[in-house]
């Protein structure tokens, strides 16, 4: 067991649940810490482990009246979850030599009488009205809001998916091609290519080893879902077209127009943050886009003095959907997420789009939520308002929630049945 990649996962945690960034963003923050190099892949397997466990560990320490920082919360975590999952085989001992004091004499104790219990043990004496969010990191909140639109036993076999998340990325072909990339990305991965677009790939092992490799650092390969390939391709972007993109950052689907169109769109790109634009200028030139015009604006406010024909609203919101593709929104979920406040900013957005597309024009509109408030809710309403015409055959995917009126014409995506992340998508005709 290595004293460097138990504290190094301690330190991704702490940075995921206070500063709310991904796990993969935390990850390569802490990665150039932990020496040697030779436990990276180890301290990632760890801070997995721990975010896997979380709710559980969280439970005992309550249980018992425990308090501590943050960090050594987080530290707790990450021993729990080692204890866990016997594959690791670590005992007490182990962890009271690797953990550098991060463990509290009471933590420790707590650790040595609970070791010879199994998972399976420990959630036979939660409640059953909380055993799905303690097995599978899920906060209750979401798990109560998902249980009326699916049956429990659908639940189950969603969250049951998130815990064998599918990674997948693209290649950049404005950059370079997929026969060259191909060559390169084997020395460090096992891939499959995917059957319904030429230039997606899944990652089948060593994802940690990709996502800090230079194919990925110099823009040669994107790590990104599937489903953000199904919701630029609702678009069918064509070359030469003008086109909105209303919350353009940070960059991804942009900069995926740009590759379908061999970067001949002429692409209007807007986002509300200086900082997350300036960070998508930097991605851009990193991909090879050259045809994307950057404002700072509140799309919400948009007034173009002409009309255009496709619009990309890909809107902010709760992110429920990337549990399987991103684990540490399981710790940065943890707090109740104020949906109507983003469902508000998705129908303002839809508005601002529909006022700026002429007649028969096309607006994709996606959110990576599981909740019905954020997607067939929000069309409902629009169609209510302006009339719109949703139709989005042709689109991969299955219907919408059966409790809403437009089931048939919209799609969802699900990591249990098309192994992506969780996606609303709608095509609306103006």
Not at 78 to 84: E, G, N, R, T, Y
Request: proline fraction near 3%; hydrophobic fraction near 40%; charged fraction near 30%.
């Amino acid at each position: 067991m290595s004293r460097y990649a138990f504290r190094a996962a301690t330190l991704i945690l702490e940075r995921i649940e206070r500063r709310k960034v991904s796990f993969d963003r935390a990850f390569i923050e802490v990665a150039p810490s932990i020496a040697p190099k030779t436990h990276q892949h180890l301290a990632y397997e760890y801070a997995l482990n721990g975010i896997l466990y979380y709710r559980a560990a969280d439970l005992l320490l309550k249980r018992e009246k425990i308090s501590s920082s943050l960090r050594r919360v987080c530290a707790f975590r990450v021993a729990f979850s080692l204890l866990m999952n016997k594959k690791f085989g670590i005992t007490v001992d182990d962890l009271k030599v690797v953990s550098g004091g991060l463990l509290t004499g009471r933590m420790l104790k707590l650790l040595k009488e609970i070791k010879d219990i199994t998972f399976e043990d420990f959630l036979k004496e939660i409640s059953p009205k909380k055993v799905l969010g303690v097995k599978y990191a899920i906060p209750d909140w979401l798990i109560d809001e998902l249980l009326k639109v699916m049956e429990r036993k659908e639940l189950e076999r969603l969250l049951k998916a998130t815990l064998k998340p599918v990674t997948w990325a693209r290649v950049n072909t404005l950059k370079s091609n997929r026969k060259k990339i191909a060559k390169k990305i084997v020395t460090l991965a096992e891939i499959r290519w995917d059957k319904d677009y030429e230039f997606m790939f899944e990652i089948v092992k060593g994802r940690e080893r990709v996502i800090s490799s230079s194919l990925a650092k110099d823009g040669f390969i994107i790590i990104h879902d599937k489903g953000s390939t199904v919701v630029v391709d609702a678009l069918s972007p064509k070359v030469g077209e003008n086109i909105l993109d209303l919350a353009s950052a940070p960059g991804v689907k942009t900069s995926l127009i740009a590759q379908m169109t061999s970067d001949k769109a002429r692409i209007l790109a807007f986002d509300i943050s200086y900082n997350r634009m300036r960070e998508m200028k930097n991605l851009l030139r990193k991909l090879n886009v050259k045809n994307a015009d950057l404002t700072v604006l509140d799309s919400t406010k948009l007034r173009m003095s002409r009309r255009f024909k496709k619009a990309l609203v890909d809107a902010p919101c709760s992110n429920t959907g990337a549990l399987s593709s991103d684990p540490g929104l399981r710790l940065a979920l943890r707090s109740i997420v104020n949906i109507d406040k983003y469902a508000n900013i998705q129908y303002a957005m839809l508005k601002s789009a529909v006022e700026n597309l002429r007649k028969g024009g096309v607006i994709v509109y996606s959110t990576c939520s599981l909740l019905p408030k954020e997607g067939e809710s929000v069309v409902e309403r629009l169609e209510e308002e302006y009339g719109i015409v949703v139709e989005t055959d042709g689109v991969l995917g299955v219907p919408g929630y059966r409790n809403s009126r437009l089931s048939s014409k919209v799609r969802r995506l699900f990591p249990h049945i098309n192994r992506t992340t969780g996606f609303f998508i709608a095509r609306i005709y103006t």
